[in-house]
């Protein structure tokens, strides 16, 4: 099974910090038809996840451009250029171009 | 506006099976894969399995955790899609989502809570 290894764990921020969340694989993530299906999600206190980048570097609609993400192969970067008091939880990469898909531990980011 | 609700959570002794329902709509199910990802107390994400879309022949995967004591089904008719759990644990107890490929849609969740 592909592992994805997230540092770092947590994450203390100020608002207005940029911050960025490795997310790293045991196995390259480039699927065979040319995609990589590397996604980061967002979960709240108290909510479900949701779906802040897909493809690694995709912008998910109705999410603020201050999320990016970027990276290829094993290696993949979300940053948060800007942090704002609602950005707090955990945030979680997950791939699909392997099955099973595997999700990262996540990193928990705190506002200072 | 898409819409995901999950049912069927709820107190199970060890041993016990349940049948989770998730009801879509807003979006073209027929042309989604569809997983199940569960959430135990405190805890990270995991998937659990994942069903394909027609054109994939309804392919299904599980996890190795979990294989052999789920079965993951789905109704386009219905725009549901079903995850029958059986033998269940008491590490089992978890939130079971609903959710589209590349994860774009979530449900709330549904509590299944193993437990004598």
């Known amino acids: 099974d592909v592992v994805l290894t997230q540092t770092p764990p947590t994450l203390s921020a100020t608002i207005g910090q940029s911050v960025s969340i490795s997310c790293r694989s045991s196995q390259s993530l480039l699927h065979s038809n040319g995609n990589t299906y590397l996604h980061w999600l967002l979960q709240r206190p108290g909510q479900s996840p949701q779906l802040l980048i897909y493809?690694?570097?995709r912008l998910e609609s109705g999410v603020p451009n201050r999320f990016s993400g970027s990276g290829s192969g094993t290696d993949f970067t979300l940053k948060i250029s800007g942090v704002e008091a609602e950005d707090l939880g955990v945030y979680y990469c997950v791939q699909g171009t392997h099955a099973p898909l595997t999700f990262g531990s996540g990193t928990k980011l705190e506002i200072k | 506006e898409v819409q995901i609700l999950e049912t069927g959570g709820g107190l199970v002794k060890p041993g016990g099976s349940l049948r989770l329902s998730c009801a879509t709509s807003?979006?073209?199910?027929?042309?989604?894969?569809m997983n199940w990802v569960r959430q135990a107390p405190g805890k990270g994400l995991e998937w659990v399995a994942q069903?394909?879309?027609?054109?994939?022949?309804?392919?299904?995967y599980y996890a190795e955790s979990l294989e052999g004591r789920v079965t993951i089904s789905r109704d386009d008719s219905k725009s549901s899609v079903y995850l029958q759990v059986s033998s269940l644990r008491a590490e089992d107890t978890a939130i079971y989502y609903c959710?589209?490929?590349?994860?774009?849609?979530w449900g709330q969740g549904t509590l299944v809570t193993v437990s004598s």
């Open positions: 493809s690694v570097s």
């Open positions: 807003g979006f073209n199910f027929n042309d989604y894969f």
């Open positions: 959710t589209s490929n590349a994860f774009a849609y």
């Open positions: 069903i394909r879309n027609k054109n994939y022949n309804y392919a299904t």
